[in-house]
């Protein structure tokens, strides 16, 4: 496959950023039935499957050269989006050694790794880096190689380390979330971190998922899809950044909400790392606006009963109550009340 | 790495540690790397001989940057269950077997401020692949070697490429010679214990740290884990009379889908309950995490991903 990277789309400001025909295809629409609950929603990361996005261990699109340059500005406003606790030395080398690895494996036109023993050599040709290092001594690349190689990746990353049956988020690069603050999060506890996620605790949601965590296999990833809403294509929905953000949702009106509001998708998987034992959870972040998915008709229709008919809590907690009526009267003219097959498959081959 | 089912390797070498140690080397059939091993991590070794199909357990004791070749050492026991005992008398150099994807269930700590390490005989296994792993990230640690007199000059060469200036200890005189609680009491704050050998080894190891006021997060015995498998039984589907038997290495879920049957799932692996199905008749042994204790004591349902039937036979509706 050969990829058309768009680099100077942006995420803020003027927000250039817009979804090909190929990419809302590629786009990994997160409802498999007409309603939407919170449940253990994991399934082994097997390539291929309903979404295109799954194609790849790590997928890798057009956005590919802008979002690296959104994190890195990021990054210089604000460096604590990438923190690393000491402990986690080997599991930040595993993360490297796994997304190299991956990235030259299932993109070669793109990136390639040579190894030589412990020395190898990086080629990332859409960002234009060459560089030569020695995997373990960390003094040998411009910055940790944690950071180093998730600058070169889309979607955040976090390191959870397993010790005492439980799973601690001691490492991170999130620049690239729906409304949480790694720097507040960082060295908390599975159930900790999830505290403020509303009816999943009391359905035994959140005990399941980490016991299933714990056994996680090393070779055997796994994924699942999360989702929120966003008003404008931006990446960067920090609660640091609230003051930025925040008033945007003001500015939703029936006229503009099929361009305005942005269905956010979470690619999450998670794999065991070898050396460290660690769990690396890569959160993938899609967005396409109400008007881009509702080109395909599948996707728009469900789209419109899910949203018309969600918990208050979730919405809630998702941040929607000032536009979902908007987007529900939106998609509610292209929904002729069909039935949809179950999944998520678009069952579209070209729009 | 991302697997894609079991490991084609060729035995690469084999060299007779001692008239009951072996130490075998894999190297993958078709070149490239093996998956990344991490301390403590252990194969499973598929063994087909005369019929029969065996699946063994075995620490890597090759360092965790070792991905050329794996290397296991294995002790040929009097009353094998066949494993052992086939690896040490019809394996041949050159020979082609399976493993699979190394798995942990022994892993470092990556809090610990120190690592004693605790094993007995064989149990020296998984130590070995650790000496380096922790040599590497400069942590500190000390490991005792119990053992039998004539073995310890075994163990001594073992052990010899990492010993220089490390705190070391082979024990040949037996375990009454052992002050395990005085070296329990003697640890730092902060210190992680390991222990891997005979059962009543890692017992006395755990019930002496315990006692000590260790903490249990602290306390780390090797473990393979339970064989994900069990006793072979059938599955009748109501719906259809379709019969399907569900072997001893194999789930419900992947037996009905060697027959073509598709049957409902996700995670495979007991959390989601995408596959629960209604039990008619027969009785379930309970592995998952979804279903409610009355659920599971009510006996009307299976989560065919992990669960297996109690009895000989099962009657599902489905
Ligand atoms: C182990 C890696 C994981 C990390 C680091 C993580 C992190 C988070 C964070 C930071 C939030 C937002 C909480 C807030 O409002 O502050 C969240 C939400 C949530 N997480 Fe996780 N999570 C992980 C795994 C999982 C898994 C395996 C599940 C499976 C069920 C899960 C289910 C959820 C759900 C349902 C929400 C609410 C999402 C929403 O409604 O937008 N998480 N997670
Ligand atoms: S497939 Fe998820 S519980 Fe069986």
């Not at chain 1, 023993?117 to 234009?128: A, E, S, V």
């Not at chain 1, 397993?162 to 999130?174: A, I």
């Not at chain 1, 994924?223 to 809403?229: A, D, I, K, S």
């Not at chain 2, 053992?147 to 082979?170: N, Q, R, S, Y």
Request: glycine share 8%; aromatic share 8%; with cysteine.
């Amino acid at each position: 496959m050969t990829l058309q990277f768009k680099p100077n789309e942006t995420f803020r400001r003027d927000f250039t950023y817009r979804n090909s025909s190929a990419a809302i295809l590629h786009f990994p629409f997160p409802f498999p039935e007409d309603q939407y609950m919170y449940s253990v929603n994991i399934e082994p990361h097997v390539k291929g499957g309903a979404s295109p996005a799954y194609d790849h261990v790590f997928d890798v699109d057009e956005h590919y050269v802008a979002e690296c340059r959104e994190r890195a500005q990021v990054l210089a406003e604000d460096p604590k989006r990438c923190q690393v606790l000491p402990h986690m030395m080997a599991a930040q080398w595993d993360t490297l050694e796994l997304l190299m690895e991956n990235l030259a494996a299932d993109y070669p036109a793109h990136f390639s790794l040579t190894k030589a023993g412990d020395l190898w050599t990086w080629i990332n040709r859409p960002l234009g880096l060459h560089q030569s290092f020695t995997f373990g001594k960390a003094e040998t690349l411009p910055c940790p190689p944690f950071e180093y190689i998730t600058r070169q990746a889309q979607g955040d990353f976090t390191l959870q380390d397993q010790r005492e049956d439980n799973l601690y988020v001691d490492g991170g690069m999130v620049t690239t979330q729906a409304d949480w603050s790694f720097e507040f999060d960082i060295g908390m506890s599975f159930h900790e971190w999830h505290g403020p996620v509303p009816l999943a605790h009391e359905k035994g949601v959140f005990d399941r998922a980490l016991k299933y965590l714990l056994r996680l296999q090393y070779g055997a990833p796994v994924r699942r899809l999360n989702w929120t809403m966003t008003i404008n294509p931006r990446l960067d929905t920090s609660p640091e950044n609230y003051p930025v953000w925040g008033p945007d949702k003001a500015s939703v009106t029936p006229e503009n909400v099929g361009q305005k509001v942005h269905l956010r998708v979470e690619l999450q998987t998670l794999y065991r790392l070898p050396r460290s034992n660690a769990i690396l959870f890569g959160i993938r972040c899609y967005l396409a606006s109400l008007e881009e998915v509702a080109r395909v008709p599948k996707w728009g229709k469900r789209l419109h009963r899910v949203l018309r008919d969600l918990h208050p809590d979730i919405e809630a907690y998702k941040g929607l109550p000032r536009f979902r009526q908007m987007a529900v009267d939106y998609l509610a003219p292209l929904d002729d009340g069909a039935e949809l097959s179950k999944g998520i498959q678009s069952e579209l081959t070209a729009l | 790495m991302i697997a894609s089912g079991p490991i084609p390797v060729r035995i690469h070498e084999i060299e007779q540690l001692s008239p009951t140690l072996k130490r075998f080397a894999f190297a993958p059939l078709h070149g490239g790397a093996l998956p990344t091993p991490s301390a403590g991590a252990h194969v499973l070794v598929t063994l087909r001989h005369e019929g029969r199909v065996m699946k063994n357990a075995y620490s890597l004791v090759s360092p965790p940057e070792s991905r050329e070749r794996y290397e296991i050492i294995v002790r040929h026991v009097a009353q094998s269950r066949g494993g052992s005992r086939f690896l040490h008398q019809s394996v041949a150099r050159g020979d082609v077997i399976e493993i699979g994807v190394p798995g942990n269930l022994f892993p470092l700590a990556s809090k610990a401020r120190k690592h004693l390490l605790i094993a007995g005989g064989i149990g020296i296994t998984p130590l070995l692949s650790y000496v380096p792993a922790l040599k590497a990230r400069g942590a500190r640690f000390e490991l005792h070697q119990l053992c039998t007199a004539d073995e310890a000059p075994v163990f001594e060469k073992l052990l010899a490429p990492h010993a220089a200036g490390e705190d070391i200890f082979i024990h040949g005189n037996g375990r009454a010679a052992f002050d395990l609680a005085g070296i329990l009491a003697r640890q730092p704050l902060g210190t992680h214990v390991y222990t891997c050998g005979p059962r009543a080894l890692m017992d006395a190891v755990i019930t002496s740290a315990a006692a000590l006021g260790w903490p249990a997060g602290k306390i780390h015995r090797e473990s393979f884990g339970d064989a994900s498998g069990g006793l072979p039984f059938k599955a009748v589907l109501a719906k259809s009379g379709i019969e399907v038997q569900v072997a001893d290495n194999q789930t419900l879920l992947e037996a009905l889908e060697a027959q073509g049957i598709a049957a409902p799932c996700l995670c495979r692996g007991g959390a989601c309950g995408e596959c629960k199905l209604e039990v008619l008749d027969g009785e379930v042994e309970h592995r998952d995490d979804f279903l409610s204790a009355a659920e599971k004591a009510s006996q009307k349902f299976i989560m065919p991903c992990v669960s297996r039937a109690r009895t000989a036979q099962v009657v599902l509706d489905f």
